[in-house]
Structure formats: C-alpha cells, structure tokens
C-alpha cells in the first residue's frame, strides 16, 4: 500500500530495530555497505557536509547512531584537528566500523558502544553532534529526550540529517526496491523508513517539545527527499 499524502508517522518497527534474530550477519554487512552507497551517490552525506562546512571547524564531533562508520570516517578525514567519536548501541555496526578503521591511516576517530540508548554525557562535551538517519528510528517520546540531551551535549551545533515522509519519495523507493537493491534490510526498512521519517511540521513540533527556541533552528530540505536540522547551541 502507498504512502497517504496525510499519513502520520508510522510506529511499525523496521527489522533492524527488531535485532540479530530477524536477519543473518551477511544481510547485515551487506546493508552496511548499501547504506554507506546510498548516502553517497543520493546525496545524504553531503548534505551534512555542507552545513559542517558553512561553520568553523569543530575540534569535537559525536556520531550518533554511526552504523557502520563509513560517514564518521568521512567526518574525521574532513577535519583532521577534531576528535571524532562514533556511537551505536549494536555490537555488530561497532565491529564492522572497527574493521573499516583498521583500513585506513585515520588515528582522530574512535568508535564505542554507549553505556545507554540515552545520550549519557557531560554538558558540552562534543562541540558538534550530529546523526545521519538515526531518528526516524525512535519514537517521538524518544526523540524528545534525544533532543534535549543532544543539546545540552552539543557546545556549538546539532546537525540531524532525516529522510522526508512523501508519497513521491515512498513510490520512488517503491518502484527501484527491488530490482535495485538484493538486499532485503535494504528493500524492506527502506519503505518502511520513509514511514517512520519527517514531514517539516514534525521537526517543528518536536523542536518545541524538546524547549528548542525556534530561533535558533534551520530546517532545510536536500535532495534525494532529506531534512537537515540545523541547531545552533552556542546561545543556550
């Protein structure tokens, strides 16, 4: 069934969010690997690159949700004076970024486990946080107190990158899922994803329910069907 152009965000849970049992180690490489591709050539991750460079260089980034840390690399290449640091709650995206790592001559980048699905750190410790396709994975409670804590984390800025829920991004999914993309993670949870994206109102919301003054918030819109939400918390 297609997207509604009314729909509201979907609440069904995509297989990855459902864990290990749902899927093989060798579909989820393999979804690692399409991801980082489809950041690339879609336009995703540069995107986010573009707004890190309208700023001065941060000395500090957090990844939030870093997958497979093929974008963390990206980060830590881009600004080599920052300390660059990739989180995921799954062991398996952990491993994989470790493995991606040891391929490169990158010593400005760690990856870890957090001790909490909540965003457990000192005030101001990173002077960026940023998370590439993470929210749409939590539900809006979730996404409220991921808000919060991100800015009271973040020194400088908040950079999100989403996707945008459309019918016309649905149906586009729609129509190439398949014959594009073998990978069932991929052709699954990639429709199942838009569901669970953003329309602008959304972000909208959820910034005021967090107690994000407005003000100091840029939603802006890039191709291939993506939000970037630009927080400025220098002014906090």
């Known amino acids: 069934m297609l997207l509604e152009r009314n729909s509201q965000r979907s609440s069904e849970l995509e297989l990855l969010d459902l864990g290990p049992s749902y899927y093989s180690q060798e579909e989820y ?59 995921d709650i799954s062991s398996q995206a952990i491993d994989f970024a470790q493995k991606q790592l040891e391929e490169t001559q990158l010593t400005n980048v760690t990856f870890e486990i957090p001790p909490s699905v909540h965003l457990l750190y000192p005030a101001n410790s990173f002077d960026v946080v940023t998370a590439t396709l993470v929210c749409h994975h939590m539900e809006d409670a979730q996404l409220i107190d991921f808000l919060r804590k991100a800015y009271a984390v973040a020194t400088h800025r908040i950079i999100l990158n989403d996707l945008h829920r459309h019918w016309l991004a649905y149906l586009g999914f729609f129509l190439i899922a398949k014959p594009c993309f073998a990978n069932r993670l991929i052709a699954h949870d990639g429709l199942l994803s838009i569901k669970r994206a953003f329309k602008k109102k959304d972000w909208i919301h959820f910034l ?14 890039h191709w291939a069907f993506r939000w970037v939400v630009c927080i400025n918390t220098s002014d906090k």
Do not use: M, N, Y
């Not at 991801?35 to 990844?63: E, M, N, Q, W």
């Not at 329910?209 to 939603?219: M, T, V």
């Open 29 to 87: 490489t393999g979804c690692l690997h399409q991801l980082a591709r489809i950041g690339r050539f879609l336009g995703g991750d540069k995107a986010t690159l573009d707004v890190f460079t309208r700023f001065p260089a941060p000395s500090s980034i957090l990844d939030v949700g870093c997958g497979g840390g093929q974008f963390t690399l990206q980060l830590a290449e881009k600004f080599p004076q920052a300390q660059v640091t990739g989180i």
């Open 208 to 221: 005021q329910a967090a107690g994000i003054p407005l003000e100091q918030c840029s939603i802006t819109w």
